[in-house]
């Protein structure tokens, strides 16, 4: 990740709040508008828990007319270790995430550049997805990957998954809690919106966060 990251093209259409058992989670929509960045928005999010600037960073995207961006951030009660153990690994997304059956890896050992193929539970409009990962950072927390295949309707979609500590908290297990942060950008498909696109996606992403 380079030291200044792109602006995005984004102002903060709306903040919307949803609650889980296991997360808090807050969706950040995006509509494009102005030279506003999404570290901002990010920054800017409604967590009990603040968001540094030296992970909010990382939630910069580029945005064209044609593509919505979001970011969820969710609390868990878990210190960040636990939780990065099971985020980064690339081969085994099912560990934590409720929408995928099943996953291989094409090519690569879980360095950077490793691509996997992710088949889908039914119900969901898609099979599989073929993703790469883009960022491994084990000292900063960082993940991210972006889709370059697959039968699916997203295209260009890139993600960027940040995790910080949140402070203790009087339900945590250990005195330990984790803000992890999720951004993403993709194409919005034809005949859809941006609020539908974004809704859907974040509606994944706070499912998601359910089982970490």
């Not at 602006?7 to 995006?30: C, E, G, Q, Y």
């Not at 951030?73 to 995928?100: C, G, L, M």
């Not at 039914?122 to 960082?142: Q, Y």
């Not at 194409?187 to 706070?206: H, K, M, Q, S, Y």
Request: glycine share 6%; hydrophobic share 35%.
């Amino acid at each position: 990740m380079p030291p200044n990251p792109p602006k995005s093209s984004l102002l903060l259409h709306r903040i919307n709040h949803a609650t889980s058992t296991a997360a808090v989670a807050h969706r950040h929509h995006l509509d494009v508008a102005d030279e506003d960045s999404l570290t901002n928005l990010v920054t800017a999010s409604s967590s009990s828990a603040s968001v540094p600037d030296t992970v909010a960073r990382y939630h910069s995207h580029a945005v064209s007319p044609n593509q919505c961006c979001s970011a969820v951030t969710q609390e868990i009660a878990a210190p960040v270790s636990t939780v990065w153990s099971v985020v980064r690994r690339f081969d085994n997304p099912q560990a934590y995430k409720h929408f995928v059956k099943s996953c291989h890896v094409l090519v690569g050992d879980g360095d950077v550049g490793t691509l996997r193929e992710i088949h889908v539970i039914s119900g969901l409009p898609a099979v599989n997805s073929t993703e790469r990962l883009e960022i491994l950072d084990d000292e900063r927390h960082v993940l991210s990957f972006s889709v370059v295949g697959g039968e699916h309707r997203l295209s260009n979609y890139r993600s960027v998954t940040t995790l910080h500590p949140a402070g203790a908290g009087k339900d945590d297990v250990d005195g330990e809690r984790t803000v992890v942060v999720e951004s993403y950008v993709a194409d919005v498909p034809a005949g859809n919106t941006r609020e539908d696109t974004c809704v859907f996606l974040d509606t994944i992403i706070i499912y998601t966060g359910n089982r970490t």
